[in-house]
């Protein structure tokens, strides 16, 4: 199945491109095709991508995807295996960027909490923002948080509550991309959703993504 990105931006011309598979939500992730053709200009058409990415040389979160449908999404690690290049994927104004990291951090990932259930034997679930699942025996953890995962094992090697005075970045709406400290948190109710301020910035809560204690974990987008 295919989908015309007419508003693809990523180039002046629609683009016939692959529709985005895998754990992130279809309309919030980014297909492998896509990222080696139009973004990081490694094939000049989908014939020489698909070589590529059929090579296993387009590693996601640690592991080779060789599925030009798969769909890479917010704070993904992209690793390109013949050039050595590390990605992390960030937000920006208008749709999600490639940010260059350096090979250490590409060994980490940010997922924020966006669910927990208690299952049996004490075990808690915690639900991620990337679609994926893990089980924690502490109920330490809650929605809005972060965990930070090492990669490829994806255990949980640091933790940081969504709590003010944190560094955080907007995922979402038009101030996404941005990052400072959390200065408020103002509750939601039956009729408003809760809001957060960060500096001068005030946006959904929903739309924050917390990075850091004192500084983010993460490189982030310059000037950010």
Known sequence: ??????????????????????????EESIPILLIVRDILKYADNSREARRIINEGLIVVDKKPRKDLKYGVGLMDVVEILKTKEYFRVLPGKKRYTLKKI???????????????????????QLNLHDGSNILVDDNKYKPRDTVIL??????INDWIKFDKG???????????GETGKIDEIFPGSAIHKSLTTMGDLQTLTEYIFVIGKDKPLIAVQDGR
């Open 1 to 26: 199945m295919h989908t015309k990105r007419i508003a693809a931006d990523y180039g002046k011309k629609p683009k016939w491109v692959v529709t985005p598979g895998g754990p992130h939500r279809k």
């Open 102 to 124: 350096e090979k250490k951090e590409s060994d980490i990932k940010p997922c924020k909490i966006i669910g927990k259930t208690l299952i049996k034997k004490g075990l808690v």
């Open 150 to 155: 090492k990669l490829p094992e994806r255990k």
């Open 166 to 176: 944190n560094v955080a970045m907007i995922v979402r709406g038009r101030h996404s």
